[in-house]
Each structure stands twice: as structure tokens, then as C-alpha cells.
């Protein structure tokens, strides 16, 4: 006994050399991570996804990035993308009532982000707080004329909000592999009224929503990519999730509902996680937070994404956390995925202004090819 | 940041010798209990929100250019972290008195006990002048509770401590933390002896490797000064694991 800790005594001081000499060699030649830009065969592409929220800000001068440059990647093959914008497309209130002034520029804002979306491209809006009239008394009306304004700007095309009528959802779309899940997470948490004479909606409480949600997540077969979208996050590291800035820790206390902390925003996602159980889907996409987040989804989902920096006035802060794969905080950007024929999703995030390699910053097989 | 690594760990290599004195000094109550015998760790890595996580951690420390006797320290802890965010954890270990010159005094167990609560955890601030704007700046404030019997010949030791650590994290697939955490301790009597309490001022500072290889593994080497009299520099590693669900 005596000489084992003998042994302790003399050995420990060179292991903890040896450890802080490896330690720090390893810390001098850590690097960021290296993204290859991988060439996709277009033939090989099945169906180009392409995520960004909170884009209801967008200069009123020029389209600048990110807007640009995800039409100009969605135009190199506009029959296969699907531009998915995901939730607060017109801040801050959405759509008003007519004759206020500040209707014309929400026209602005929202037809900013309809032209963008290429001719012969999929569009979809999905609702956000803002688009609720900012989580107020007006939201059901806002989200209504959203989806007229949005009707009436796409003139045919294949551009719409989803879920329709300020109705919760879920809706799915199926296009090749993808089934891709619509709600409307606002409905969860407003408020004020959600349904009124004319909502007609196929589900009207949580649990009918959760009951469906099971259900559409659970498609026939193995080869589908379930990919669930909404405006509010599982998971966080922004603002809503309680970090960023002095009054972050102290956000919890406010109990409000946007935020992860909230008792209602945490029973909401709890209802979302059970209807996952089982059968977790390949991504919750989300927005809210305006950075740009991936996430490890732990046993329900396999990845959260938070792409809500579609506004370059609006980015803000994100730290990273044990989840996170990869977090880009105060820089606008979207996310691309592209669900390969057979097998294989591919996911990039692009980031403006792009750093010296460019703008695509981080890549990632979600499904291994 | 390279750079920057590379002088950290040049430093960390190759510490100044020892400067030798020729009588062991009493051990004080700050390098007895856990806030001096162990080495510093950065705060913790923020975590989803929705649980709170359990861990474990294991500590040890040696403080060095002190006199004749250097000091060794093993400890390991449990630590709960609440809600992704602050985190209380208890410690227990023993000190050795490295080339004891007191016989039957070469040794002692101590205690401590530890709150860590992150204030402001926000994006990269600082970091971000170094081009990561995925980095995470931590900053927080820490109380600790440390006891040690028996420490000089019979005399316990206790002390009470308020720190406001910082750390910054880096680096996109190598989660690298640096952390600074200045403190004050102050000396309680809690001892028979005539030990008189006094206050006394340190600064640690490290590096880290959070998420090492597995989620909720991560690796600190700490340095520590305590700001009075013959007590040296203190260095050392902390592994430290959160179980996440």
C-alpha cells in the first residue's frame, strides 16, 4: 500500500506534464473545420431543399445575400428545389389591416421573398410569430392576408403558405423521397383567438395535431426522408433558448412563450418529441433564432437545423452547445440540402459575407450516401 | 489563434525551476482544500435546455516552487448541471506532501463543495476578433465551500470562496476553451489551533478540450497562483464527463 502510493506520489507530476505538453500540442494544431465543397452530380439530385427563415427584413434598396444567392443556386435547376421559408416572413407584425401605413412595405417585405423564389421552383411559407401579428389579438387575420398576399404574388405558380387558413397543421408534401411535415407552431403557443367560423381545419386541438403528426411522420416504407418543419425550434443555443446578452439567464423567469424555457413553448415540444417516438424523422427544420444552427437531435429526430438568419439586419447571437454540430452566429445565410436518388442527403450551410474559401461554410452527409 | 495555442502550450511545457527554500512551510488553508489543492476548470458547456445532467470528474493538481515540499493532490467529484446551464458539484480527494519533511504529517484528506452559475453565455464577442463566429464567451460567478482535517499537525482547514471565471470556447471541430478565474478565499477558523483567518487573492488560467472524442468529455489543464506568501503555482489536469441522455 505504502509503496503503490509511493508510486502515485512520484509518477503523477510527469503524467500531468505529459498531459499538459499533449494537451497543448493537440489545442496548437486544432483547426477549423475544413469543408470540401463537394461537386454533385446534377443527374444524381433528387430533390433540393432549401431552408430559410426569419427573411421578413429584407433591404429595401437591393436583394443582396442571402436572398441572391439561393436564387441563383435554386435557378441552376428550378424543377427540382424547393425553397422553404420558415416562419416571421414579414416583421414585425406581419400583414396589417388595410389602410394602415405600414401595409406597403409588409407587401414589400413578403414580395421581396416571392420574387426570389426562381420561375418553375417550389415556394412554401410557413407561419411565425411575427407573421401573427407579432403574437397578437390580430395574428389569425395576419396569417389570412399573408396567404392572400402570398396567393396573389405568386400568380399561379407553385408558391404558397403552409399550413393554410391559420390552420396548426400537419401538411405534408411528398416530391420524390422527401416528405417534408408543415406546422404552425404559433397556433401552439398564441394567445388569442386561432380558430374562428371559418377555419374549417382538419385538426383542431393538440392532441389531434399530435395524433396526426404520428401519423404523417410514419409514411409506408423505409426509403422516405421525413423532414419536419416549423418556425420554432427544438432546440437552441440563440436568444430563445436563454443565452446571448445580460438578460439571457434572466429570460427564463419571464415565462414567455417563444421562448424554450416557458413552460408552454416546453409543453409544445414535448407533444412534437412524442409524436416523433419510434420513428424519429431525419430533421426538424426550424427558424426563430437568427443564426445558423445544427443540431444532434437526440432520440426522437436525428438533426435539429435553425436557419433563421435570412435577414442580415436581424442576425444575432448563438453559442454552441453539447448538441451542436456546427453554430454560425451574427451572419446571415441559408441552408441547402440535397436528397440524392437511392440514398444520400447531403446538407450545406452558406454563410454571407463568406469567409476567404467562400460562402459555403460547413457540409454534412445526413444520410450516408 | 495558433499562435496563440503554441505559446500557451510552450509555456505550459517548460515551467520556471524551482526556487528552493531551505524550510518546509506550513501548508496554508487555501492550498489545503479543494479551491487551491486541485486546478482550475472552465465553466461548463452549455447543454439543451430541457434536462439537467449528472457527471463526474476527476482532478489533480500539484503545486509546485513552494519550498521544500511540493504538493499533490487526487480528488474526484460529482457534479449536477441544471437546465444546460450552472452547475453545483461536491468534491472529496487527499493531498500529499511531496519529499515530506514532517513525519506523520504527510497527508490529509479534503472536501469542498461548489456552485458554478453561468451569467452571461453569449456568442463570440471576443473570439470573434480572432475569426470564429461560432465561439461561445461564458461569463459566471462560482462560490465554494472547502474543508480539510487535520492539514498541520491537527489544524483543519476551511475556506470560503467567490470567483468570476471566463471562458471562451473556439473552434469548430476541436472545441478549444481557454478560462481565466480570478478569485478571492478567505481562511475561516475552524480549527483548535491559532490560525488566523485571513483573505487571501488567486488567479488560474488553462485551456481545455471540451466534447473530447466522446459528447460530454472534457479535458482542462489548469495553472493557478494564490496571491500570498511561499505558495507556488499549482498545475494540473481535470477529466471531466456529463452524462447526456
Known amino acids: ?369 | 489563434m495558433i499562435r496563440i495555442a503554441l505559446l500557451l502550450a510552450t509555456l505550459l511545457c517548460f515551467p520556471n525551476l524551482a526556487v528552493t527554500q531551505v524550510v518546509p512551510e506550513p501548508i496554508r488553508p487555501t492550498e489545503a482544500t479543494p479551491i487551491g489543492a486541485l486546478p482550475p476548470i472552465a465553466l461548463p458547456m452549455p447543454a439543451s435546455r430541457d434536462d439537467n445532467y449528472w457527471g463526474v470528474r476527476l482532478q489533480i493538481g500539484q503545486r509546485r516552487e513552494r519550498g521544500l515540499e511540493d504538493l499533490l493532490a487526487v480528488a474526484g467529484g460529482i457534479d449536477y448541471q441544471v437546465r444546460g446551464g450552472s452547475i453545483f458539484g461536491v468534491t472529496g480527494g487527499y493531498q500529499w506532501r511531496q519529499n515530506c519533511q514532517t513525519p506523520g504529517d504527510c497527508g490529509h484528506s479534503l472536501y469542498g463543495a461548489r456552485a458554478r452559475f453561468n451569467l452571461i453565455t453569449a456568442g463570440p464577442t471576443i473570439a470573434g476578433l480572432l475569426g470564429d463566429d461560432g465561439a461561445t464567451s461564458t461569463l459566471g460567478t462560482e462560490l465554494g465551500f472547502g474543508y480539510a482535517p487535520d492539514v498541520n499537525l491537527g489544524e483543519n482547514a476551511c475556506t470560503l470562496d467567490l470567483g468570476v471565471p471566463l471562458s471562451i470556447a473556439m473552434l469548430e471541430r476541436l472545441h478549444l476553451v481557454g478560462f481565466v478565474t480570478p478569485g478571492v478565499v478567505w481562511e475561516l477558523d475552524c480549527s483548535a489551533g491559532d490560525t488566523r483567518p485571513e483573505r487571501s487573492y488567486l488567479l488560474g488560467f488553462g485551456l481545455g478540450l471540451q466534447q473530447l472524442g466522446f459528447r460530454g468529455l472534457d479535458v482542462h489543464v489548469g495553472v493557478q497562483r494564490i496571491f500570498r506568501g511561499a505558495t507556488g503555482v499549482q498545475f494540473g489536469v481535470s477529466v471531466s464527463w456529463i452524462r447526456l441522455p
Open chain 1, 1 to 369: 500500500m505504502r509503496s503503490l502510493k509511493r508510486v502515485i506520489v512520484d509518477s503523477a507530476p510527469r503524467f500531468a506534464r505529459v498531459g499538459l505538453c499533449a494537451l497543448g500540442l493537440v489545442a496548437a494544431s486544432a483547426c477549423r473545420h475544413q469543408v470540401t465543397l463537394e461537386e454533385l452530380p446534377p443527374e444524381q439530385i433528387e430533390t433540393t431543399l432549401f431552408l430559410i427563415g426569419d427573411a421578413g427584413e429584407p433591404d429595401p434598396r437591393q436583394v443582396g445575400p442571402p436572398l441572391d444567392s439561393l436564387t441563383a443556386q435554386a435557378a441552376a435547376a428550378p424543377e427540382r428545389s424547393i425553397i422553404y421559408f420558415l416562419g416571421d416572413n414579414i416583421y414585425p407584425a406581419g400583414i396589417p389591416q388595410e389602410g394602415a401605413a405600414e401595409w406597403a412595405d409588409a407587401r414589400r417585405r413578403i414580395e421581396a421573398q416571392v420574387r426570389a423564389i426562381p420561375a418553375g421552383a417550389q415556394g412554401i411559407f410557413v407561419p411565425g410569430n411575427h407573421d401573427w401579428a407579432n403574437s397578437g389579438p390580430f395574428g389569425l387575420y395576419a396569417i389570412r392576408l399573408q396567404e392572400q398576399f402570398i396567393a396573389s404574388l405568386a400568380r399561379g405558380r407553385n408558391i404558397r403558405l403552409l399550413p393554410s387558413n391559420g390552420c396548426p397543421g400537419p401538411v405534408s408534401i411528398d416530391v420524390g423521397r422527401l416528405r417534408l411535415v408543415s406546422l404552425d407552431t404559433q397556433w401552439w403557443l398564441h394567445s388569442f383567438i386561432v380558430r374562428d367560423s371559418v377555419s374549417s381545419c382538419p385538426t383542431n386541438t393538440v392532441g389531434a395535431v399530435t395524433s396526426a403528426l404520428r401519423e404523417q411522420v410514419r409514411p409506408p416504407g423505409d426509403a422516405r426522408i421525413v423532414v419536419v418543419g416549423a418556425h420554432h425550434p427544438l432546440i437552441t443555443g440563440g436568444e430563445h433558448g436563454s443565452y446571448c446578452g445580460v438578460t439571457g439567464p434572466f429570460r427564463r423567469f419571464g415565462g414567455r412563450s417563444q421562448d424554450i424555457m416557458s413552460s408552454s413553448n416546453r409543453s409544445m415540444r414535448d407533444s412534437l418529441r412524442s409524436a416523433f417516438r419510434g420513428r424519429p424523422p431525419l430533421m426538424f427544420v426550424a427558424g426563430h433564432d437568427h443564426s445558423l444552427q445544427v443540431l444532434r437531435g437526440g432520440d426522437e429526430v436525428d438533426y435539429l437545423l435553425v436557419s433563421g438568419a435570412g435577414a442580415p439586419s436581424k442576425v444575432s447571437c448563438a453559442v454552441r452547445l453539447r448538441e451542436s454540430y456546427y453554430v454560425s452566429a451574427r451572419s446571415a445565410g441559408f441552408m441547402r440540402v440535397d436528397i440524392m436518388k437511392g440514398k444520400g442527403v447531403l446538407l450545406r450551410v452558406f454563410r454571407y459575407p463568406g469567409r476567404s474559401t467562400g460562402a459555403l461554410v460547413y457540409s454534412r452527409w445526413l444520410e450516408p450516401r
